[in-house]
């Protein structure tokens, strides 16, 4: 994934939080050698050559594929497995990834995980008592400026994802047309329970645009958001300003 991954966890037995990082860390890197749109050798870009078949792949493979067609069916189409025609679960594997680690250091007895994979995180638990994990967000418009802050307070699972063009230029693409997203949006930030969807429907939230994209946001469950334009207008949905903080 090309992915710089961090880890910050708090209480649990220290031998068994120990090996159940390590075993997270481990299992970051296999997903990176499993699902690499950039290494020749990896399953899905075998898959994808037809040099292999979707039975013959890690069973993760199968998981994240029938994850990412949900996303699909679930976003209109504005997300995509494919990429120019070509199988790519790029925007689904990094969150997917994330959110398996946490869950796994929680489940060996930690009370406070955050696990950050490129700015996305999740979080479970709390970092201490009375004290909520908290993310910045980062001002697409000013460089090194934040345009949120993101509690998670009275909720033991929040992720916050964002999709945006400021750091990696054009990456984001229109399935429609298989070509760059236009857009007139900088940055979407979601807000969500579980990463593996807070990173798809940030992606395609901003391929949407902004309008579109806030309504969409608006009708999904248990999703905030925090969407910039290119004009340095900043909307968001109803219930984000709960999450503020």
Known sequence: MGTVFSFDVRGG???????ALEEAAAELRRVDEVFSTYREDSEVSRLARGETTLARCAPEVAEVLELGAQAERASGGWFSTSFRGRLDPTGIVKGWAVERAARHIAAAGASGVSVNGG??????????????????????????????????AGTDELAVATSGSTERGAHIVDPRTGRSAVTDLLSVTVVAPRLTWADCWATAA???GARE?????????GVEALLVTAGDEVRWTGGLAARLG
């Open 213 to 221: 994209g806030l309504r969409w946001l608006e009708s999904l469950d």
């Open 13 to 19: 037995e220290p031998a068994a939080v120990r090996a």
């Open 119 to 152: 700015g996305d995180v999740q979080m479970l638990g709390a970092p201490g008592a009375g004290r909520p994990w908290r993310v910045g967000v980062s001002d697409p418009l000013r460089p090194g400026g934040l345009a949120a802050v993101v509690s998670a």
């Open 206 to 208: 901003f391929a949407m």
